[in-house]
């Protein structure tokens, strides 16, 4: 099987790349059109900046590229985010796929700190990424934007409010969750959309 794991300028792509070899996958880290189009299963990872990264994508042509993909691909935190059709951070543009948008969390109390930032649980799981699932699981995030309850979503979590730890609409799989920091929950996880 072929994964490809899509190389452009965010951070964190390569602790995926470490998670996928754990569990016995060869990804191949690239841009070439070529071999992301012919891959089996790509993942859209990412840490960074919407409006800063909508800009490098649409200069090396993979804005277009993602949005013809076939096969299963997953976006993950930036990724997901930038699936979407607006993103609140840079006033971006994204890529469509899911059509909502993406918010910025605003605290409410004087204990709620933006970022998100640590374990928290997922729950509301209805996407073949949680087969196995029987209860919440307790996964790893870092974000200072979400994206509010839609119909694509395939899983919640509430902090500061409800919003979706995950999406799903066709081939395009997404979590605003690291499944690469989550421990033996996100290599499961991960092990359902290889196994997709």
């Known amino acids: 099987m072929k994964v490809a794991?899509?190389?452009?300028?965010?951070?964190?792509?390569?602790?995926?790349?470490?998670?996928?070899?754990?569990?016995?996958?060869?990804?191949?880290?690239?841009?070439?059109k070529e071999i992301l189009s012919s891959a089996d299963k790509v993942i859209f990872p990412g840490v960074g900046e919407?409006?800063?990264?909508?800009?490098?994508?649409?200069?090396?042509?993979?804005?277009?590229?993602?949005?013809?993909l076939k096969q299963p691909v997953l976006g993950i935190c930036?990724?997901?985010?930038l699936l979407c059709s607006r993103s609140e951070e840079g006033d971006a543009d994204c890529l469509g796929i899911f059509d909502t948008e993406v918010k910025r969390f605003c605290p409410q109390r004087h204990e709620d700190k933006v970022p998100h930032m640590g374990w928290n649980t997922i729950s509301n799981t209805n996407s073949r990424l949680f087969e196995g699932f029987?209860?919440?699981?307790?996964?790893?995030?870092?974000?200072s934007y979400y994206v509010p309850v839609n119909a694509y979503t395939a899983a919640t979590t509430d902090y500061i409010l409800p919003f979706s730890a995950a999406l799903h609409k066709d081939n395009f799989y997404a979590t605003q969750f690291h499944p690469e920091k989550s421990g033996e929950t996100g290599a499961r996880i991960l092990t359902n959309f290889l196994n997709l």
Do not use: W
């Open 5 to 32: 794991i899509i190389k452009y300028n965010a951070g964190n792509i390569f602790s995926v790349d470490y998670a996928l070899k754990r569990l016995g996958a060869e990804p191949i880290v690239t841009d070439d």
């Open 78 to 81: 930036l990724g997901m985010q």
């Open 134 to 143: 029987a209860k919440e699981e307790f996964v790893y995030f870092v974000h």
């Open 50 to 68: 919407a409006e800063t990264t909508m800009k490098h994508l649409r200069a090396n042509g993979l804005d277009k590229l993602i949005k013809n």
